[in-house]
Structures are given as structure tokens and as C-alpha cells.
């Protein structure tokens, strides 16, 4: 695996992790409790943090040669909550 799949792999679990504390303490806080900080704090994060994966999405793209559908891909399972570990088992697992 070379250097920016490496990259791709590692943002893409952490923008993962990103979006389920978002949805599974901030969202929860927000609507139930009335608490709304953990939404704003948790959304900025996760929002550099999407940014950075669609980053280095642009990056793994040109540099290790993805096809496009890999790469549209990538970016739709990142819409979907748990989307980025599959796509991170599937297509970027140090095993396969």
C-alpha cells in the first residue's frame, strides 16, 4: 500500500469515528437533553475532518490511480454512517 492510500485509510476511520459521535452523542444531547454545544463541537470536527478525506481522496485518486467508480465510491459510503469502515475493509485493508 503506498503512502497516500495510507493517508486515505487513516482519515477515512477517523472521519468514520467522527460521524458516529456525532450521530450517536451530539444529535442524541441536542434533540433529548437539550444540550446543543456537543453538536457544535463534534460537527466542526467531523466537518474538517470531511474535508480532509475528500482531500485526500483527490489525493490517493491521482497519485495511486484509482478508477473513477472506486473513487465515487468512496465518496458516496462517506454520506452513509459506518460507510467509511466498509469502504476501509474492503478496498483498503493492509490484507487485501
Known sequence: MDKAS?????????????FVLLLLIGMPLK????IPLPVKILGWIH???????????????????????????ALLVSFIP??????ERKYLNENH
Open 31 to 34: 434533540y433529548m437533553a437539550g
Open 6 to 18: 495510507k493517508q486515505f485509510r487513516m482519515i477515512a476511520i477517523i472521519e468514520g469515528w467522527s
Open 47 to 73: 466537518g474538517v475532518l470531511f474535508v480532509a478525506y475528500c482531500g485526500l481522496l483527490l489525493n490517493v485518486w491521482i497519485s495511486s490511480g484509482w478508477h473513477f467508480f472506486k473513487v465515487a465510491l
Open 82 to 87: 459506518l460507510g467509511t469502515f466498509w469502504f
